[in-house]
């Protein structure tokens, strides 16, 4: 079982992540946002010079929203292992009720599933018999 020491340890390394991703989420939507605006509002000194250039800048603006969607979800997920820390259920594996190992734990404080969990959703097996060819 997890320590109370070690808790604290998760809880605190936990609570950095959360102030981390929140700031970044924030200074990605602004940066975003900012480039969206400029277009909109046809002011050409901010644009591409470049036709090529273009494309480049469509995709990047849509590669850091994808990024901010994505980090929004590691929060979600940081806040959830923050209320299991606090309901005492931090390191218990939501799907089969086991004990998640120190070491995942330690790579991925907010994992909610033991690694042959985790394994299992990754592989979209959800305990069902395979279809037969
Ligand atoms: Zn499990």
Do not use: W
């Amino acid at each position: 079982m997890i320590k109370a020491t070690e808790l604290r340890a998760f809880k605190a390394s936990l609570e950095q992540l959360r102030s981390r991703l929140r700031g970044d989420v924030t200074m990605m939507a602004d940066e975003a946002l900012r480039k969206t605006r400029a277009e909109a509002s046809g002011d050409l000194s901010t644009m591409p010079i470049h036709m090529a250039d273009l494309g480049t800048d469509a995709y990047e603006q849509e590669f850091t929203l994808s990024l901010m969607a994505s980090e929004e979800e590691t929060l979600e997920l940081v806040e959830q292992a923050l209320e299991r820390i606090r309901s005492k259920k931090f390191g218990i594996c939501e799907e089969c009720g086991g004990v998640i190992a120190k070491k995942r734990l330690e790579a991925l404080p907010y994992a909610a599933t033991c690694i042959r969990c985790a394994e299992k959703l990754e592989n979209g097996d959800t305990g069902r018999p395979r279809q037969p060819r």
